[in-house]
């Protein structure tokens, strides 16, 4: 290992690019960290771009190893359980782990992006440089333009890491190279943010917990926030019955809420203007191959395998591959060539798991917990959990909970059910045998 290295550029500093920059001038490298907005620390944030994180165990994992985990957590509101509203009575609660003891954590985007942006600049050898937007790359020799309120500046680095998110510019850059191959497959729905004020100084919702509001093709969620309000998403269609495009003026969103969302409604005073002025995002997987161009330019979190946000895994993936790309860099003995494509192989498994599973998780949310169907099958598998430690563990439980490979989670959790399945044939056996028995009475009677 040289004892001079030459600099690192990270395009994007988000979540994964700033974390990635802490971890690598942990390893000695000059890192300069490129991004295109103003720095956020001394600006507001855009109107309805919030949503909150749901940070769990594997993004925790991240932050411990650069010991910000415990001033993270200042600021973050465990959520223990699911708290299902339906349009007419009293919402139900749903434990997310057997025990009812684990809990994911509401947190900022802006605020976590804060931190990790302090962390990234208060290391010796990081430089971060704002309003600076890519508008050339040169794989062959790191070469890189940007775009300043100055005029165009040139760059170069040894290694480019795009960390830029799902409209990854390095990505576009190397695609219009025809070096790497992509895939965007949008959904047809989009969100929307509202937000739901303290009531009375306090929470007007149970704080502990993530709101779901589901309607069958859509829903709303709701996260609790340090100022004890709640940020509200709509996941709704974008076109059709009940979309965004239908809801075009002031008195249709009222009663389409107060059909739908009534215990939204006194809650919410600013609900139609928030609707109003609140603009649509948009929903959407990406996919791209490859991931790494000569062991000189590389692609990190949303940049390499953008995800819909159902399972709360996207920044805390983007986070374990900031991990892994450490552990590969461990390995290879800080050699790119090799350490890039090892970490490519090594993940891109996992990002396809946690992307299928993202898309499952979005019928469960908008549909199926309200269902009895849904809700007895998670009381077995959490009975399971109890009678079985450490054999039994729930899909939910090792996507949030551990830091199981999201690949070795699917494998896992289809044997698991193959097991749940005969345990239900059991019981409906057994059921049957009782009804039988009934019936076989009533008879001799």
């Not at 990081?126 to 790191?142: A, C, K, N, Y």
């Not at 959904?187 to 509202?194: F, N, R, S, T």
């Not at 552990?327 to 490519?344: H, I």
Request: hydrophobic residues 40%; proline residues 6%.
């Amino acid at each position: 290992m040289s004892a001079r290295r030459d600099e690192i550029a990270i395009i994007g500093a988000g979540l994964a690019g700033c974390l990635a920059a802490c971890f690598l001038a942990r390893r000695g490298y000059p890192v300069a960290l490129y991004e295109r907005r103003p720095d956020p620390r001394t600006g507001t944030a855009e109107r309805g771009r919030s949503i909150n994180l749901a940070l769990s165990e594997r993004g925790l994992d991240a932050l411990r190893r650069i010991g910000l985990a415990e001033q993270v957590m200042t600021d973050a509101l465990p959520m223990r359980g699911r708290m299902i509203h339906p349009v007419q009575g009293e919402p139900q609660f749903q434990p997310y782990s057997a025990g009812g003891d684990r809990a994911i954590n509401s947190i900022s985007r802006g605020a976590l992006n804060n931190a990790l942006l302090d962390a990234a600049a208060a290391l010796p050898g990081v430089r971060i440089t704002f309003e600076h937007r890519l508008v050339g790359l040169d794989p062959s020799d790191g070469a890189l333009s940007f775009e300043t309120p100055q005029g165009i500046v040139d760059a170069k680095a040894s290694v480019v890491l795009g960390a830029d998110g799902a409209g990854s510019v390095v990505r576009g850059q190397l695609l219009a190279s025809g070096l790497l191959r992509e895939s965007v497959d949008f959904l047809d729905y989009g969100y929307k943010e509202l937000t739901i004020p303290p009531l009375g100084g306090d929470f007007a919702l149970e704080e502990d917990a993530l709101h779901i509001w589901p309607r069958g093709t859509s829903m709303m969620i709701a996260l609790p926030n340090p100022d004890r309000s709640f940020t509200c998403t709509l996941f709704w269609p974008n076109e059709g019955a009940g979309s965004f495009a239908a809801l075009d003026n002031p008195l249709a969103v009222e009663r389409h809420f107060a059909e739908h969302y009534p215990d939204v409604v006194p809650l919410a005073p600013t609900l139609v203007d928030d609707y109003r002025h609140n603009p649509v995002g948009v929903l959407g997987t990406v996919r791209c191959a490859p991931w790494q161009v000569n062991g000189t330019v590389g692609l990190l979190g949303d940049a390499a395998h953008a995800i819909v946000p159902f399972y709360g895994q996207g920044a805390n993936c983007a986070f374990e591959d900031v991990v892994e790309l450490d552990r590969c860099l461990d390995e290879c003995a800080d050699d790119w060539a090799a350490a890039l494509p090892l970490f490519q192989r090594r993940r891109r498994e996992n990002a396809e798991a946690i992307a299928q599973m993202a898309l499952t998780n979005f019928v469960e949310m908008r549909d199926k917990v309200a269902s009895p169907v849904f809700q007895l099958r998670r009381r077995v598998e959490h009975a399971l959990e109890r009678a079985l430690p450490d054999r039994y563990v729930s899909q939910y439980e090792l996507v949030s909970f551990s830091t199981t490979p999201y690949a070795e989670v699917r494998r896992r959790v289809r044997r698991q059910h193959l097991v749940l399945g005969g345990v239900a044939g059991g019981v409906a056996l057994l059921l049957m045998g009782a009804v039988g028995a009934a019936l076989s009475r009533g008879r001799r009677g």
